[in-house]
């Protein structure tokens, strides 16, 4: 199967409500970063988690390496949200290389 | 990252050309990568260089060659342009198997 795992592959949430992302990845990986592409195409990082779970603002992230998934949840979801969000896994071998999952494209409406 | 410069931020080339894709990484790292993504679809891993060094390599075709001048620099030569080269590509860098950090990309378009 695919390295790295991404669902759902769509999400449509009305603003104030709450949902979650999650990645599941073939092997163990050594650490997750999660992206949101906003409509001009910009990468911007949410995250990087080696272990654990990390919190800012209206956003969480979890990853267990050991289970091997990752999760981020959105919570009082603002349009601004909007945009595709990616889950990416730091591979454990010689070289830094991030598999990138398949998106999740995000739409907030009012 | 505006720490990541890349250029130029569009590019529009003719089928059979050449080009040369910049990339400055002023973060002091020395891993530096390549991806591209095609029509919003992930990125694609391409290249990572460390301390100037091609560490991995998952293009097929010869025509992407990266060129490293300086520990921060990365820029990507790409030969023979075809329609499907039409992508954008990102820079980034890392300190070593640190987190990434990306450029805003570069989007190319063959006609």
């Known amino acids: 199967g695919m390295p790295v795992e991404q669902n759902p592959p769509a999400l449509s949430l009305y603003e104030g409500a709450e949902s979650g992302l999650r990645c599941n990845f073939s092997?163990?990986?050594?650490?997750v970063q999660w992206f949101q592409q906003n409509h001009r195409g910009r990468l911007i990082t949410l995250f990087y988690l080696a272990q654990g779970t990390k919190e800012n603002g209206r956003l969480k992230s979890t990853f267990n390496s050991k289970e091997r998934y990752s999760t981020l949840h959105i919570k009082d979801a603002q349009l601004e949200d909007s945009g595709t969000y990616f889950c990416a896994a730091l591979n454990n071998n010689a070289g830094a290389k991030l598999t990138f999952g398949g998106g999740t494209r995000l739409t907030v409406r009012p | 990252d505006p720490k990541i410069i890349q250029k130029p931020k569009y590019l529009v080339a003719v089928t059979g050309s050449e080009k040369i894709l910049i990339c400055e990484q002023y973060l002091g790292h020395n891993a530096m990568y390549w991806y591209r993504q095609s029509a919003k679809k992930p990125l694609e891993f391409m290249f990572s260089y460390s301390y100037q060094k091609l560490m991995d390599n998952q293009t097929a075709s010869s025509r992407f060659q990266p060129q490293s001048s300086k520990k921060n620099h990365l820029d990507l030569q790409i030969t023979a342009l075809k329609p499907d080269d039409s992508a954008t590509y990102f820079c980034a860098s890392s300190q070593e198997r640190e987190r990434l950090f990306f450029g805003h990309g570069t989007k190319l378009s063959v006609l």
């Open positions: 092997t163990t990986m050594k650490g």
